[in-house]
Nanobody, 123 residues
């Protein structure tokens, strides 16, 4: 499956953004999905994940309560709603799939990655 992320941009602290990750292929609903991010000079980190049916989610502590991951299997798309953005949220955000249909937080468990979308939050 091919993944195409979009929705990034330059915003001010406190603003909101919604990222989208569109997937090709008819088997989208079989995959667990996640968003990861990587800031300059830092390692890639898990942001949020969702299981294949959309009934279970997981979040990094740093975004809990501010970000919401969701998916629309009919549209082959996963979303990341980001509210109350902070400068420390600045990073390249990438979506990924795992053959495990459940929510996983380890990047090594994801074997299909889309290109990233840049999110920049100014103070």
């Amino acid at each position: 499956v091919q993944l195409q992320a979009s929705g990034g941009g330059l915003v001010q602290a406190g603003d909101s953004l919604r990222l989208s990750c569109a997937a090709s292929g008819r088997t989208f609903s079989l995959y667990g999905m996640a968003w990861f991010r990587q800031a300059p000079g830092k390692e890639r980190e898990f942001v949020a994940g969702i299981n294949r049916s959309g009934t279970s989610t997981s979040y990094a502590d740093s975004v809990k309560g501010r970000f919401t991951i969701s998916r629309d299997n009919a549209a082959n798309t996963v979303y990341l709603q980001m509210n109350s953005l902070k400068p420390e949220d600045t990073a390249i955000y990438s979506c990924a799939t795992t053959d495990f249909g459940s929510v996983l937080t380890g990047a090594k468990l994801y074997d299909n990655w889309g290109q990233g979308t840049q999110v920049t939050v100014s103070s």
